[in-house]
């Protein structure tokens, strides 16, 4: 479906979750991001950060540790309570949480009864403005309680890490989850009034065929997901060393990987979903995601493709970063400094970048060439760029107009590629960042 050139794949590039991205990430003035609180305008979202998993994944790169340590876990969220009312004491009186989404590790590790009271501590000391309710799960660790929970809250969208239903995968990735547990999940959410449901996937697993991955897609559709997330399995065990335990000649080689996305692709934009770049999916005819791709409305955050458009995202908890029009900073990686900082009164994030006017600049141009497929290009920076973009013009993936270079469908899978002749930090690095696709 898409023509295959390995030479425009081969430098691995980030995800453009920010930019710039966390890879440039350095130490700031501690007084940056209260001076960013302070200075607020507009909506803002909040990210609550759970980091922690009642099952650690061979593969997960997330910043996660074992729920069974209760010692930990306690004095985690004693500490990210008081880091609640430390950062909603510094926001103005005027602003308006719109969106509130809970993340980790696993959110569903906790109690449920620890969920209810911090979902309490949040509505007690931000003004919520009816927000939208979003939350990650782990299906081996859902119960009817936690349904209930999610019920009470009022959580509308939902995601569970579903990543294959083949279970040599599961194995091979430590992620066992028998498709039962699935099932039973998906019942309890749509009975507590999860109205927008996404399934994460996987490709490029070890040990995975195209057929493993296609009967993965078709139980997806048929179990009604409204939104897919379709990642390539990223092997960087020179970063994540719990990937050592992955058999690394197992995997699929680039060509594979290559063939997968496009699979992923044309199962689902020919079985009703709307696509969203070229590896998430929606649902139309209700799903806002869906909305956004087909009105050119669609965003880019640290949680990924969204539609939302608040100018601010405040990140809580260890390692959860925040995300302003002239800053990016991230709380404190190390779960025992977090707690100590935040218990003498402190707020953590002295780690991130000062955005600058051109960083804003071409940000703005790779987040609309990922979200809309197009953008329009600063006239100065067209001498330097147009010779990087060659390469993908004479391929017929991309074009440039004028000042507008747009991606072509035959351009879809190496949209990250394109998007990253714009960054000028980024280095040719083979350890930095993941596989293109």
């Known amino acids: 479906m898409w023509p295959y050139h390995p030479d425009l794949l081969a430098t691995p590039v980030p995800r453009y979750t920010s930019f710039p991205t966390a890879a440039e990430f350095g130490p700031i003035d501690p007084n940056a991001y209260e001076r960013a609180l302070e200075g607020i305008e507009g909506d803002v979202s909040l990210y609550v950060h759970i980091p922690f998993c009642e099952k650690i994944c061979f593969y997960c790169g997330c910043n996660t540790g074992h729920a069974g340590r209760r010692q930990r876990l306690e004095s985690y969220l004693d500490a990210l309570h008081m880091e609640i009312e430390l950062v909603a004491a510094r926001l103005p009186n ?100 999860v109205t927008s449901l996404n399934f994460d996937l996987m490709y490029g697993l ?48 680039q060509d594979e990987r290559f063939a997968m996305a496009a699979l992923g692709y044309e199962y689902f934009v020919t079985h009703g979903y709307t696509p969203v770049g070229f590896d998430h999916f929606a649902r139309p005819g209700g799903d806002p995601l869906a909305a956004a791709a087909l009105a ?16 601010n995202l405040v990140g809580l908890g260890s390692t959860a970063i925040s995300g302003f029009p002239g800053l990016l900073a991230q709380n404190e990686k190390n779960s025992g400094r977090y707690r100590m900082m935040v218990s ?22 790779i987040e609309s060439l ?29 074009s440039l107009e004028g000042d507008i270079v747009a991606i072509t469908p035959d351009g879809l899978p190496y949209a990250r590629s394109i998007a990253a002749q714009f960054d000028p930090y980024r280095q040719d690095s083979q350890r930095r960042f993941s596989s293109a696709v």
């Open 94 to 193: 005027n602003c308006r949480v719109r969106r509130v989404s809970f993340g980790g590790g696993s959110p569903n590790a906790i109690a449920p009864v620890d969920f209810v009271r911090l979902v309490d501590e949040l509505t007690l000391q931000f003004h919520l403005s009816d927000p939208t309710f979003s939350i990650e799960l782990d299906p081996r660790t859902m119960s009817a309680e936690w349904a209930a929970v999610i019920g009470s809250v009022g959580i509308t969208r939902a995601s569970l890490g579903v990543q294959t239903f083949a279970e040599h995968c599961q194995q091979a990735i430590g992620r066992v989850q028998h498709e039962d547990l699935i099932v039973r999940t998906v019942d309890w959410l749509r009975g507590a009034g």
């Open 344 to 365: 003498q009164g402190r707020l953590t994030a002295a780690h991130g970048i000062v955005r600058s006017a051109e960083d804003r600049e071409r940000g703005t141009v």
């Open 206 to 253: 070890p040990g995975q065929s195209r057929d493993d991955l296609l009967d993965t897609l078709q139980r997806t559709r048929v179990l009604g997901a409204n939104r897919v997330a379709l990642f390539g399995y990223a092997h960087v065990p020179h970063l994540i060393p719990r990937q050592r335990v992955i058999d690394g000649s197992a995997l699929p080689g």
């Open 370 to 398: 990922l979200c809309q497929g197009h953008a329009h290009v600063p006239v100065r920076l067209l001498p330097t760029l147009a010779p990087r973009l060659a390469p993908f013009i004479e391929r017929g993936l991309a």
């Open 296 to 311: 050119g409305t669609l965003h880019r955050n640290f949680q990924g493709f969204t539609d939302d458009a608040a100018p």
